[in-house]
């Protein structure tokens, strides 16, 4: 069977878990502490990113967009009306926009300083960077979190789903960041009611229910995480 490298609190990760439940793959789970930098990882995928997918030949695909292009291909394009990239060129551009702003600009102003700072950190040695967390970046970090938020109020409030009129990737790409924040307490869900209108859907999605059952050690979800009416 394949197997996708990955790692709880990785919003990459978690979409890519997203979308190979939304269309029904069946894969292992190999759980990768990429800051450990294991010999064996490394030469799946020499940059020590997540996720990789191995796929049943031993074929490694490597990222979060790699793999969802790759999905796309071998299997999207027969899903129809379930389709996770829009069938239009330029509707597939807007989706891959969106993604890449969750992916990339959220990752980058919020979710990975966020996420090294409070739970990566506990679970490394010295040497390989762990201690407390530093209030400075914890304090960006959060500062970041309201643009972001207002940005998402605005799609969620103008469009049935992020990109459009269906479900894509945009959707399990926002969800899956977004789950990462909420899964620490670091979302104020009052000043977001569109925005958590709009993730209440895609929360209550049966692909979604792996990550909330999920549990990180030493960190406690906040009450709400795995409260599909929340």
């Not at 980058?108 to 090294?116: K, M, N, Y």
């Not at 569109?194 to 692909?207: C, E, G, L, N, V």
Request: aromatic share 10%; glycine share 4%.
């Amino acid at each position: 069977m394949s197997t996708l490298y990955h790692h709880p609190m990785s919003s990459a990760s978690r979409f890519v878990r997203l979308i190979l439940s939304e269309y029904g793959y069946q894969t292992d789970l190999a759980e990768e502490q990429p800051w450990e930098n294991r010999r064996d990882f490394l030469a799946l995928n020499p940059a020590g990113t997540l996720p990789v997918y191995v796929d049943d030949s031993m074929r490694a695909l490597c990222g979060a967009s790699v793999i969802s292009e790759y999905v796309d291909e071998t299997h999207g394009v027969l899903k129809r009306d379930r389709r996770l990239l829009a069938e239009d060129p330029f509707q597939r551009a807007e989706i891959r926009r969106l993604v890449e702003w969750f992916l990339q600009k959220m990752e980058q102003d919020v979710t990975r300083p966020l996420v090294r700072e409070r739970i990566f950190k506990l679970q490394m040695t010295p040497d390989q960077g762990g201690g407390p967390p530093d209030s400075k970046i914890l304090r960006n970090s959060r500062a970041n979190i309201r643009q972001h938020m207002k940005y998402l109020s605005w799609l969620a409030g103008s469009r049935t789903y992020l990109a459009g009129d269906r479900l894509s990737y945009a959707d399990l790409a926002a969800a899956a960041s977004i789950s990462v924040l909420d899964y620490l307490g670091e979302i104020n869900w009052q000043d977001a009611p569109q925005a958590k209108d709009w993730y209440q859907r895609i929360k209550s999605r049966p692909a979604f229910r792996p990550l909330l059952a999920e549990r990180v050690r030493g960190v406690t979800p906040v009450s709400h995480y795995a409260d599909l009416d929340f």
